[in-house]
């Protein structure tokens, strides 16, 4: 496995071990309950390196799990939608409010 200049394995590396996707609403909640997010994370097995995505004022993060079963309890848990990122035309922060 080749690195990245960072020691990041490469995004398609990563979405092949982690391919369910949550995008998730960065609220305040959320930031203050910040240290109960990450230890679900790590025991649901999530990708140590989240994304984020900023659109149109907010700020969503997306969290990568490697089962479907983590995915829906993350999304049980903090809400949140489910993302396919092999799903170009998938962009979840763009209706994440019509929802």
Aim: aromatic content about 14%.
């Amino acid at each position: 496995m080749s690195g990245r200049s960072r020691g990041e394995p490469p995004k398609t590396l990563i979405s092949q071990q982690y391919p369910f996707e949550v995008v998730l609403f960065s609220t305040d909640e959320l930031r203050i309950r910040l240290l109960e997010v990450i230890a679900d994370e790590h025991r649901l097995g999530a990708c140590r390196l989240n994304g984020c995505v900023y659109h149109e004022g907010h700020y969503f993060s997306i969290v990568k799990f490697p089962a479907k079963e983590g995915q829906q309890e993350f999304i049980q848990l903090y809400g949140g939608v489910p993302y396919d990122p092999t799903d170009k035309k998938s962009r979840p922060w763009e209706t994440y409010f019509d929802r």
